[in-house]
């Protein structure tokens, strides 16, 4: 499997990949509830976070077979336009900057490359790819520390596997799921 940069003509996909592997994630569901219209919401969501990651210098990553996803952008850096949001409802929009508001509060200074969403399309999971995906970011941004939030407690696992401990406690915005914030020293 090759791991690459994703090419502009290619983040439709990336955007699909992200939905299917968030579909069920749990803060996804919390955020977008009712399945058909998560469906919807987050395309609408990954979209415009794929193009504030592009606008910090931000980096997508694929699999050459297109079944998994991971965005990178420079820690501390956003860029997201509130009119890309435009679809989202107003209970979506206030349950994502509740969010928003306590990532950034929670978020380490200093440099650091933070991997934002890491997404396999459901029929590659549980095969190392994701890890593999990440481990390329990781190797590129080595001489720098790397930050994510983990959503789920799957995915906290496979953060760990991969050198990544924990960032102090998980948070949760009221009625929301736990995140846990994890740092990796290069």
């Known amino acids: 499997m090759i791991v690459r940069a994703a090419e502009p003509s290619e983040m439709d996909t990336v955007i ?43 980096h997508v990553d694929v699999t050459d077979d297109l079944s998994a996803a991971v965005v990178w952008t420079p820690g501390g850096e956003d860029d997201l336009d509130g ?8 209970e979506e929009l ?4 509740a969010l928003f508001d306590l990532m950034t ?3 380490p200074g200093g440099e650091y490359h933070h991997a934002q969403f890491i997404g396999v399309r459901e029929k ?9 995906l990440l481990r390329h970011g990781l190797d590129r941004y080595a001489p720098v520390p ?12 496979l953060y760990r596997r991969l050198g990544f401990r924990d960032h102090g406690p998980a948070f ?9 914030p994890m740092w990796r020293e290069p």
């Open 146 to 157: 790397a930050y994510l939030e983990a959503s789920s407690p799957e995915s906290a696992k």
């Open 124 to 132: 590659a999971q549980r095969r190392g790819i994701g890890a593999r």
């Open 16 to 58: 699909d990949v992200l939905a299917e592997a968030f579909q069920d994630d749990p803060v996804s569901v919390w955020v977008f509830p009712g399945d058909e219209r998560r469906a919807v919401g987050q395309r609408i969501f990954h979209r415009a976070v794929l193009a504030g990651a592009l606008a910090v210098g931000g």
């Open 83 to 90: 009119a890309a949001f435009a679809g989202l409802t107003g």
């Open 172 to 180: 949760a915005v009221d009625g929301g799921p736990p995140m846990q």
């Open 94 to 97: 206030g349950r994502l900057i």
């Open 105 to 107: 509060e929670r978020a």
